[in-house]
């Protein structure tokens, strides 16, 4: 998909009625990236009140292949053909009726097709929510919809979620990924470096961690979190610091002891990690101590991994990041880890191309889709060795002892599985015993779509997280099934719903048997909204939060039929006219002689019988 072409269609004569995008088996081997060469830079920390040399890109192009393609208003539908049969029929049809032989004219009937992509909203966010907001009949028809989904977190050590705001004593390090992704359309979305490569990295770290945290808990509370929206101006993570200041969630910013995020990492080069910090807040000598103490932390973890870590530049930015969001509120010690030490590596950032074939994700012939499932993939091990320096760094910055990181190792399998689950197809038999029986019908033999969606029921991959996340971090409850569901260890008990979250999974079913075996998992797994404060407040022109909205739409399709000659259809019309007006002379001839016409003759009044 040249963006030469579509901008040529675009400022071209204005005839174009729509396009079909025929999406390629293979990538590109240029980069393509519809996405902006400066990813969220206006709803970063780095502006002109948060040293200006370092906003706008001014230091670094982190997206050196961005076009912003996806930023373009076209005023006409574009859809992506993904069906072989479609394209198929479209080819054929085209090739036999509107290719002219030996370069002359095609002759009629022409093969044409329409495209139906009706969209409610008009203009921008503003005018569409005061519309929402005006609607004063008793069925409202809603134009638009903020986008936004639900961030995913967990904690080490279980805190009431009912009594918000400051923990008193309370010291947590924080955690993140992010959860989405997005490209050029809004159904392709399968992010595997963008956004897929942290998300595992940090799951399968905190299953790494679970069994020695028990064993020998650290002083300090590890807190995940795994952040929904932030491709489109950091919903989640803006939230969240939201929600945090306004003593509206299970923590405040003064319990934030420190950072680590955990950002695109699926392709490194000669086996090297960068840790990015905030050149800014380290100017102050308490904030850049504690960010030293996490690279030797980060160091320290290191050892004996094929992987290793180094700092770029120091008076280089941070990279597009969700920790941006924390630093827009207060200087908090922080990094974030890459695989890349100034632009993206990620060639295919925020596009369709951004798949497992990009992660150099591959299988033997002629396996199996289970044993597709079990095979440790190249860029399965090189996970996994990400998400062991991140268990390790995370349990010494929480302050574990040191002796204790020999038992922290990621599990290569439950890195592959997840890879598998989310890069190839969702409806396999590790997912299908991890999740609650009503989302089985979530379950596809496809990729995973990281697009956010609007902000009206939980996501597929925020669904997914939360119940990996819950069972990789949570133990088996041996309570019945009612209680379970209903957040209860018995039906007296009215407490341990603030603490702790109950879900009922499927389970695995027994050899010879058809029937699963459920079972109830408790853990501190929750929910938190992933929507911008801009809406709350209803400041749709918001500088500072993300303000983005999608139109509600009908039904989308296409058909395709042969159109006849300009001059079979002129003879057509002049038929069909001419065919008019005699109708039309006959019925006034009919209707003003109707009397003689239609007539009947009368007997006199004195007949008698």
């Known amino acids: 998909m040249p963006v030469s072409i579509m901008m040529k269609l675009k400022n071209g004569s204005g005839r174009v009625a729509g396009v079909a995008v025929i999406m390629p088996n293979t990538n590109p081997l240029e980069g393509f990236s519809p996405h902006t060469s400066c990813p969220n830079e206006n709803t970063g920390v780095y502006s002109e009140t948060y040293d200006p040399s370092l906003a706008h890109c001014n230091v670094t192009v982190w997206n050196p292949f961005g076009n912003g393609l996806s930023y373009e208003e076209f005023d006409f539908p574009i859809f992506s053909m993904k069906d072989d049969n479609d394209t198929r029929v479209i080819r054929q049809c085209y090739m036999d009726h509107n290719r002219g032989v030996n370069g002359s004219v095609p002759q009629y009937p022409l093969c ?13 966010t503003a005018t569409c929510m005061r519309r929402n907001d005006l609607n004063l009949s008793l069925s409202p028809e809603m134009i638009c919809d903020p986008l936004g989904d639900y961030n995913v977190w967990a904690s080490t050590k279980p805190l009431n979620t ?6 008193t004593g309370e010291s947590v390090v924080v955690a993140a990924a992010r959860l989405d992704s997005r490209s050029f359309f809004f ?11 942290g998300f595992i990295s940090l799951l399968a770290a905190a299953s790494a961690l679970k069994t020695v945290i028990q064993e020998a808990p650290p002083s300090r509370t590890i807190f995940y979190t795994f952040f929904q929206g932030e491709t489109f101006d950091y919903i989640g993570s803006s939230r969240m610091v939201y929600d945090m200041e306004n003593k509206q969630f299970a923590v405040d910013l003064d319990n934030v002891h420190s950072v680590l995020e955990i950002g695109q990492v699926g392709l490194r080069a000669d086996s090297k990690l960068w840790l990015h910090s905030d050149p800014v807040s380290r100017k102050n000598d308490s904030v850049n101590d504690q960010v030293k103490k996490l690279i030797t932390n980060l160091r320290s973890a290191a050892v ?7 700092e770029p530049n120091v008076s280089q930015p941070l990279p597009p990041s969700s920790f941006q969001r924390f630093l827009r509120a207060r200087p908090i010690p922080g990094l974030v880890l890459e695989d890349h030490e100034s632009s993206f590596t990620n060639r295919f950032y925020e596009s369709m191309y951004d798949t497992a074939d990009h992660l150099n ?17 190249e860029a399965a091990k090189a996970l996994t060795e990400v998400a062991t320096l991140v268990a390790r760094a995370l349990y010494i910055q929480a302050g574990g002892a040191e002796a204790q990181l020999r038992n922290i190792n990621a599990d290569p399998e439950i890195v592959t599985r997840m890879l598998y689950g989310f890069l190839v197809r969702t409806n396999n038999t590790w997912f299908q015993q991890l999740v609650p029986s009503d989302l089985m019908s979530h379950l596809a033999d496809r990729p995973t779509n990281f697009y956010v969606g609007v902000a009206q029921q939980s996501s597929e991959p925020t669904l997914l997280v939360q119940y990996l996340l819950a069972n990789m971090t949570g133990s088996q409850f041996n309570i019945s099934q009612g209680n379970c569901k209903n957040q209860r260890e018995d039906e007296k008990d009215e407490e341990s719903k603030h603490m702790y979250s109950y879900t009922w999974v499927q389970g695995a079913a027994p050899p010879n048997s058809t029937e699963r075996q459920g079972f109830c998992v408790r853990s501190t797994v929750r929910l938190s909204k992933a929507l911008s404060p801009a809406f709350d407040l209803k400041e749709y022109t918001s500088k500072d939060y993300s303000t983005w909205t999608e139109s509600r739409w009908k039904v989308i399709k296409g ?13 057509t019309l002049g038929v069909g006219v001419g065919v008019l007006i005699a109708s039309l002379l006959l019925t006034y001839i009919m209707s003003s002689k109707a009397d003689i016409l239609f007539s009947s003759g009368r007997e006199p009044a004195n007949a008698t019988y």
């Open 304 to 310: 004996n991994l094929s992987v290793s870590v180094d």
């Open 162 to 167: 009912t009594a918000k705001g400051h923990k």
């Open 361 to 377: 994700m591959s299988y033997p012939a002629n396996l199996t889709q289970e044993e597709q499932l079990e095979f440790v993939t």
């Open 187 to 197: 159904d392709v979305a399968p992010g595997a470096e963008s956004g897929v490569s």
């Open 559 to 571: 058909r395709i039929f042969l159109v006849a000659s300009p001059d079979l259809e002129m003879m």
């Open 112 to 124: 044409a097709m329409q495209l139906y992509s009706h969209m409610s909203a008009v203009t921008d």
